[in-house]
């Protein structure tokens, strides 16, 4: 069992940077592939960026490729994305989730715990 919790939203003007921070429990935290996804109002839930448990492979979504990075600690059991060059679009709730499994994936289903979510708010 994985229990997830993230932290690092807020309200931030377009153009602006966050920093989310997800941090989990477990002994065998680097065993996980984690995934960030996100969820605006009226939207499906869709798949922002993951990493391998490793850290050494990435994945993003196209619609944030060059702006956000995902990386990890292993030794903090804690994965992080930072989140620059804000767009309103980017406006949603934004979840961690870890995978049983070492190598990440863009697919929801395929992620077996999940955090509560932070709210991500980017004015015009």
């Known amino acids: 069992q994985v229990q997830l919790v993230e932290s690092g939203g807020g309200l931030v003007q377009a153009r602006g940077s966050l920093r989310l921070s997800c941090a989990g429990s477990?002994?065998?935290?680097?065993?996980?592939?984690m995934g960030w996804f996100r969820k605006a109002p009226g939207k499906e839930r869709e798949f922002v960026a993951a990493?391998?448990?490793?850290?050494?492979?990435?994945n993003y979504a196209d619609s944030v490729k060059g702006r956000f990075t995902i990386s990890r600690d292993n030794a903090k059991n804690t994965v992080y994305l930072e989140m620059n060059s804000l767009k309103p679009e980017d406006t949603a709730v934004y979840y961690c989730?870890?995978?049983?499994?070492?190598?990440?994936?863009?697919?929801?289903?395929?992620?077996?715990?999940w955090g509560q979510g932070t709210q991500v708010t980017v004015s015009t």
């Open positions: 989730a870890a995978r049983i499994f070492s190598w990440p994936s863009a697919a929801k289903d395929e992620y077996n715990y």
């Open positions: 477990g002994r065998t935290f680097s065993g996980y592939a």
């Open positions: 990493i391998s448990g490793s850290g050494g492979i990435t």
